[in-house]
């Protein structure tokens, strides 16, 4: 897992979005995100900087570039 600002994970996250390399995606009660990657690797973060709100618009915005996010 790892732990990083929202800034920080926006900016690791544009490449995959960019190539299309992101199956889904989901985003747990303690605000995880976890990355499933079409090779079947995944990737577990935690943002340590930013509200519910803004994991929403997160979420949205994965949404939108066509990635399934599930929250649970």
Same mark, same amino acid.
């Given at each position: 897992?790892?732990t990083c600002? $929202?800034?920080?994970?926006? #900016? #690791?996250? &544009?490449?995959w $979005? @960019?190539?299309?390399h992101?199956h889904?995606?989901e $985003? @747990?009660?303690q605000?995880?995100?976890?990355l499933y ?12 900087d ?5 994991l929403?618009e997160? *979420?949205?915005? $994965? &949404?939108?570039?066509? *990635?399934e *996010?599930?929250?649970?």
């Open positions: 897992m790892k600002a $929202l800034q920080d994970f926006m #900016e #690791e996250l &544009r490449p $979005l @960019d190539q299309d992101i889904r995606a $985003l @747990d009660e605000g995880r995100f976890t990657f079409n090779d079947g690797m995944k990737n577990v973060y935690t943002i340590n930013c509200n519910r709100a803004q929403a997160v *979420v949205q915005s $994965l &949404r939108q570039k066509g *990635v *996010v599930n929250e649970g």
